[in-house]
T-cell receptor, first 113, second 111 residues
Framework: DAMVIQNPRYQVTQFGKPVTLSCSQT?????MYWYQQKSSQAPKLLFH???????NEADTPDNFQSRRPNTSFCFLDIRSPGLGDAAMYLC????????????FGPGTRLLVL | GENVEQHPSTLSVQEGDSAVIKCTYS??????FPWYKQELGKGPQLIID?????GEKKDQRIAVTLNKTAKHFSLHITETQPEDSAVYFC??????????FGKGTRLHILP
């Protein structure tokens, strides 16, 4: 029944060691989003894909990249994780961009040692 | 750009009582206002939303009211239950149609 799946649920990496988080969806939605959420804060949008079009937020660090090889999958790559990148990373989808319901996955909690 | 303010940051209510969370927004062109509930260890889930052509919407124990003139909207939960304990986020779109979240309200339902 899971509609937005994130793997792994917990990820531990070392300072500076590249890490990839994955997201898949069974909703066949056109838009996939990546959010960063730190403790007791609101989700912060990093970027989103509308089909194959990549839309980066102006304040997203270059250290964060994304790939969407097909409709179902989207990846978040952190090239050189720093201690400040430890957070919950949430993937979400919506049928179209804008004023639509976003469906969130359970998140991947990233720990940087 | 759109600015969404949410109050209170923490709210404790006795089980069975009502809870009200309030949000204000800055962009008068905003016309879609969702509320998300985030339980511990999970992603946010939409619980109710309202569009600007109506002033109130209800779904069982949950209701949302919208005052476009004052640019504020509120979430009302009646007959609160332990499973209502969570963090609640209001949101509104900016001019680029991106959803801007409020800072969240942690709701505690006391036994």
């Amino acid at each position: 029944d899971a509609m937005v799946i994130q793997n792994p649920r917990y990820q531990v990496t070392q300072f500076g060691k590249p890490v990839t988080l994955s997201c898949s969806q069974t909703l066949n939605h056109n838009v996939m989003y990546w959010y960063q959420q730190k403790s007791s804060q609101a989700p912060k949008l990093l970027f989103h894909y509308y089909d194959k079009d990549f839309n980066n937020e102006a304040d997203t660090p270059d250290n964060f990249q994304s790939r969407r090889p097909n409709t179902s999958f989207c990846f978040l790559d952190i090239r050189s994780p720093g201690l400040g990148d430890a957070a919950m990373y949430l993937c979400a989808t919506s049928r179209d961009p804008g004023k639509q319901t976003q469906y969130f996955g359970p998140g991947t909690r990233l720990l940087v040692l | 750009g759109e600015n969404v303010e949410q109050h209170p940051s923490t709210l404790s209510v006795q089980e069975g009582d009502s809870a009200v969370i309030k949000c204000t927004y800055s962009d008068s062109a905003s016309n879609y206002f969702p509320w998300y509930k985030q339980e511990l260890g999970k992603g946010p889930q939409l619980i109710i939303d309202i569009r600007s052509n109506v002033g109130e919407k209800k779904d069982q124990r949950i209701a949302v009211t919208l005052n476009k003139t004052a640019k504020h909207f509120s979430l009302h939960i009646t007959e609160t239950q332990p499973e209502d304990s969570a963090v609640y986020f209001c949101a509104a779109p900016n001019r680029d149609d991106k959803i801007i979240f409020g800072k969240g309200t942690r709701l505690h339902i006391l036994p």
